[in-house]
């Protein structure tokens, strides 16, 4: 199964966390989708699939609208004798639903409105729509994207009537870029509707601009060639276009540039944080960056490293709160009984905690525990030394202002067994398998040679 877009929405009230899981077949669609939204405490409240049991959900994008009442996503119907590729063909289809009666309030097929010969892309691709963005207005139209189509389209909300198109062959707006140019739009990612206000009009355009005859679109620029067709730009690119609805032209108005110049195949995404700043990720590339409204680069950071497949679907980022239902994951290593104790803990989705508090058991007295350590939280996870060897421990997570967050369980400390070939040190035994209910206690083995070992870096052999 591979998992994509978490994101944050509002639901029931309150910050919820979305992602949508998958299966795909090597040669085929993919199946088995789910949109799972989780609560803060990580708790799955709702599990949305596919209402039709002939429908692959799709997982580029899906929205949860008036604040969970109703759903808007995307799916493929598969014909097995269509026209395209081996005879089968994949044909996009968005619907909104009720969550709650799962009654359909708007379905739209694209067969129905767009020719299959429009596709853009390879011929022997069965999926010649490819929708991968979806979005619902405040008029109660919507914009979609058809990536192997190279277009995004404005749909009437009540009819299912294409209003106008973006991009691609038979675009309905020029666009033109900073300098005045023609500029061309083909294979687009995470395109949005925003508000006026949010994104910087041209002050010479301003006393012109109204919401009834211009729209500001956000979207991502893949700016890839897939079939026989040059780029449309050197590189991806972030952009923001001002459309006028009265003279069908559609400007430039922001352009935020792979930070390394590079183009992503695939993927990527674009967002407006409520501070102003841009967000962006840079699908297939594994970027993602933070700028201001002005362009000004404020992070950077590389996800993963080129062995990884295929970067990232989406970025986001957002205010979050995230208190995990399980406790901390604690793993403690001793080399000998004589040596003082390396605790590493963590704990997963906790975005509170800001120290851990480590407490430890002596062999002689394995009920007693007092306080061995304490550290600021450092990374995903944290490494602490104690003074000396305790037999048994647990982890206090802490806030801010120094209170009990969670606690963890108490966990054993693992000693190395005595194995020929091995590299152990004082933090770590590469290679060995914790099994610490397995250890020998410390008071038997009356400081033998396990306690006796020596303090420095140890080749077994």
């Known amino acids: 199964m591979r998992t994509v877009n978490p994101q944050f929405l509002q639901y029931d009230g309150s910050t ?34 596919s209402l039709d049991p002939s429908m692959d959900l799709d997982p580029h994008d899906s929205e949860v609208l008036d604040d969970g009442q109703r ?65 619902k207005d405040e008029r109660n139209n919507y914009l979609i994207n058809g990536f192997n189509i190279c277009t995004a389209y404005y749909i009437n909300g009540t009819s299912g009537a294409i209003i106008w198109t973006l991009g691609g062959n038979k675009p309905s707006f020029r666009i033109i870029d900073e300098n005045g140019d023609n500029y061309k739009l083909r294979h687009m990612h995470h395109l949005r509707i925003q508000p006026l206000s949010h994104v910087n009009l041209p002050e010479s355009l301003k006393p012109n601009i109204s919401p009834s005859t211009h729209l500001a679109i956000s979207l991502f620029d893949n700016a890839y060639d897939t079939y026989e067709l040059p780029p ?3 590189f991806s690119s972030a952009l923001i276009l001002l459309l ?22 695939m993927f990527g995404s674009v967002s407006l944080l409520l501070n102003g700043d841009r967000y962006i990720g840079w699908g297939s590339t594994r970027h993602v960056s933070q700028h201001t409204a002005s362009g000004q680069l404020l992070f950077h950071a590389e996800i993963g490293d080129v062995h990884t497949a295929v970067g990232s679907s989406r970025s986001f980022k957002g205010p979050w709160k995230g208190s995990p239902e399980r406790p901390p994951d604690v793993y403690v290593y001793a080399w000998g009984c004589t040596w003082p104790n390396a605790v590493y803990v963590s704990w997963n989705g906790a975005t509170e905690v800001r120290a851990y508090r480590v407490y430890g058991s002596l062999p002689e007295h394995e009920t007693v525990f007092e306080l061995v350590a304490e550290e600021p939280k450092d990374g ?3 490494m ?10 647990y982890v206090e997570a802490l ?10 369980a ?8 005595l194995i020929k070939g091995r590299v152990c040190n004082a933090l770590m035994c590469p290679g060995t398998v914790p099994r610490q209910r397995e250890n020998t206690s410390c008071v038997a083995d009356g400081g033998g040679v396990d306690g006796g070992r020596g303090r420095q870096q140890v080749v077994l052999g």
Request: net charge positive; aromatic share 10%; hydrophobic share 35%.
């Open 244 to 265: 006028n609805l009265t003279s069908h032209t559609a400007q430039i108005i922001e352009r935020i540039p792979h930070p390394r110049r590079d183009t992503a195949a």
């Open 380 to 382: 995903f996870e944290t």
């Open 384 to 393: 602490m030394r104690t003074e000396r060897y305790v037999e048994y421990v």
């Open 71 to 135: 759903f808007l996503q995307g799916t493929k119907i598969n014909y097995p004798a269509g026209t395209r590729s081996k005879g089968r063909l994949e044909a996009a289809v968005f619907q909104e639903y009720d969550i709650a009666t799962k009654r359909v309030l708007f379905e739209w097929r694209s067969l129905d409105h767009v020719a299959i010969r429009d596709c853009c892309t390879f011929p022997e691709d069965p999926d010649y729509f490819h929708i991968n963005s979806v979005q």
């Open 399 to 408: 806030d801010g202002e120094g209170r009990v967050l969670g606690t963890s």
């Open 410 to 417: 108490v966990v054993q400390t693992f000693r190395p067994p």
């Open 16 to 49: 919820h966390l979305k992602y949508t899981i998958f299966g795909e077949a090597p040669h085929g669609p993919r199946r088995n989708a789910t949109h799972k939204i989780l609560n803060s405490n990580y708790a799955t409240v709702a599990a949305l699939r």
């Open 232 to 234: 449309t730009a050197p």
